[in-house]
């Protein structure tokens, strides 16, 4: 009897790598966000399927101001390239942008943003090598500025150049040339019980 109960468990265990891979990016990060998978899992994304994902989503948070959002990763790193309208993106959340912002970004810019990820031990570092705004290489407290302006209202958690932890028991993100892997741990945190 106990083979019999076996043999369906394993069946259904050897295919479930096979319908991870054809999942969509959204569908693996559902997985991901729910807490489904088992500890020590990874979980590969293509370049290509995360664009999709990038496209779609930038479609849903951002109507306005931001076109043809991409990424390449390459080993442990990723360039992300978008043509964005500031004015615009910040219009479509409701936010005004005073005078002086608006006459120095105004109108579509092409944007390219190179940032080094690091991650271990369910901690992860993201530290940006460049920004790009339309050939102008953006440093510093403007980019503090532009950071503060037109990312963390789309995004209020972002951390950048300092350290957060990864969350859903994840223990690390290796990005690769075209792919980036997510690792679960091997062993879910302990939880605190309450004493009596």
């Known amino acids: 009897m106990q083979a019999a109960l076996l043999l369906p ?17 959204a569908q693996k990060i559902d997985l991901i966000e729910k807490g489904k998978l088992p500890p020590g899992s990874q ?15 930038a479609r849903e948070l951002v109507p306005e101001g931001l076109k043809n959002p991409r990424i390449v990763i390459r080993d442990g790193k990723v360039t992300a390239t978008a043509r964005v309208d500031f004015v615009k993106m910040r219009h479509a959340q409701g936010l005004d942008t005073g005078w002086m912002m608006r006459k120095l ?9 190179v940032g080094a990820l690091r991650s271990g031990n369910g901690i992860a570092r993201v530290d940006l090598e460049l920004v790009d705004i339309g050939g102008v290489s953006i440093r510093g ?8 302006t037109f990312v963390h ?9 300092e350290s957060f932890e990864l969350g ?17 741990v091997s062993k879910p945190p302990k939880r605190a019980v309450a004493s009596r």
């Open 9 to 25: 468990l394993l069946l259904s265990w050897s295919w479930a790598p096979t319908k991870i891979t054809q999942m969509t990016a």
């Open 43 to 57: 979980i590969t994304f293509r370049e290509s399927e995360l664009n999709v994902y990038l496209d779609q989503k």
């Open 105 to 113: 970004l105004e109108g579509e810019h092409p944007v390219q943003v």
């Open 141 to 148: 407290r403007a980019l503090d500025l532009l950071i503060r």
């Open 153 to 161: 209202p789309l995004y209020p958690n972002v951390k950048v150049g």
């Open 168 to 184: 859903y028991d994840l223990d690390r993100i290796e990005l690769k040339p075209g792919i980036a892997t997510v690792f679960t």
